[in-house]
């Protein structure tokens, strides 16, 4: 599972180590143009480093690979753990708790299109979809191997707080989290 989340990182944006072969692929004078964007170059022990700055998020490159981080929300963390949300919840409360499911399936869509639009590459909606997807059957998968009369949720804490913000709380962090375009990045995740 680790190995196939990281592979998508790496096919999505520049955010993690190990993907200097992705982040050489960049071209730096078309983002350096990009509204918002600073970028630049700089030699370092015979190397260069490559940075590039978009509001709260700053990236650097150098042959060994690339690093994002954001100083106010890593977008592609908060992602992946809205997805986790989202299939659990699915999972959870298939009879129960409709706007809490609601507003996750919305969220991870928001993202979804955040995504999409601010990624350093191209990055295609199917693939983000197919990794809902494949959360989901893993979930699933899990689920199917638990003991005969075991609850369906063992532990629902992880909502707890959720459901007591409200739906109108959990619009406005998702809506404030994604508000300020800028590359989305993994770093620093919870």
Same mark, same amino acid.
């Given at each position: 599972?680790?190995?196939?989340?990281?592979?998508?990182?790496?096919?999505?944006?520049?955010?993690?180590?190990?993907?200097?072969?992705?982040?050489?692929?960049?071209?730096? *004078?078309?983002?350096? $143009?990009?509204?918002?964007?600073?970028?630049?170059?700089?030699?370092?022990?015979?190397?260069?480093?490559?940075?590039?700055?978009?509001?709260?998020?700053?990236?650097?490159?150098?042959?060994?690979?690339?690093?994002?981080?954001?100083?106010?929300?890593?977008?592609?963390?908060?992602?992946?753990?809205?997805?986790?949300?989202?299939?659990?919840?699915?999972?959870?409360?298939?009879?129960?708790? $409709?706007?809490?499911?609601?507003?996750?399936?919305?969220?991870?869509?928001?993202?979804?299109?955040?995504?999409?639009?601010?990624?350093?590459?191209?990055?295609?909606?199917?693939?983000?979809? #197919?990794?809902?997807?494949?959360?989901?059957?893993?979930?699933?998968?899990?689920?199917?191997?638990?003991?005969?009369? #075991?609850?369906?949720?063992?532990?629902? *804490?992880?909502?707890?707080?959720?459901?007591? *913000?409200?739906?109108?709380?959990?619009?406005?962090?998702?809506?404030?989290?994604?508000?300020?375009?800028?590359?989305?990045?993994?770093?620093?995740?919870?």
């Amino acid at each position: 599972m680790r190995l196939r989340l990281i592979a998508l990182f790496a096919t999505l944006v520049v955010g993690s180590g190990g993907m200097a072969a992705r982040a050489q692929q960049l071209d730096y *004078d078309e983002i350096a $143009k990009r509204p918002g964007f600073a970028m630049t170059r700089e030699t370092v022990k015979g190397e260069e480093v490559v940075t590039i700055r978009k509001a709260t998020v700053t990236i650097q490159i150098d042959k060994k690979g690339a690093l994002g981080i954001d100083q106010d929300t890593a977008v592609m963390c908060v992602w992946t753990i809205y997805v986790g949300l989202h299939v659990a919840a699915d999972y959870c409360f298939p009879d129960s708790e $409709k706007e809490l499911r609601e507003d996750f399936a919305d969220a991870v869509e928001h993202f979804k299109d955040f995504i999409v639009a601010n990624s350093l590459t191209p990055v295609r909606r199917s693939d983000l979809d #197919a990794y809902v997807e494949t959360r989901r059957k893993e979930l699933l998968a899990r689920a199917s191997k638990l003991p005969a009369g #075991a609850p369906r949720c063992a532990r629902t *804490d992880m909502f707890t707080h959720y459901q007591a *913000d409200g739906r109108e709380k959990r619009r406005a962090d998702v809506a404030r989290m994604i508000a300020v375009p800028r590359p989305p990045v993994m770093n620093p995740c919870l």
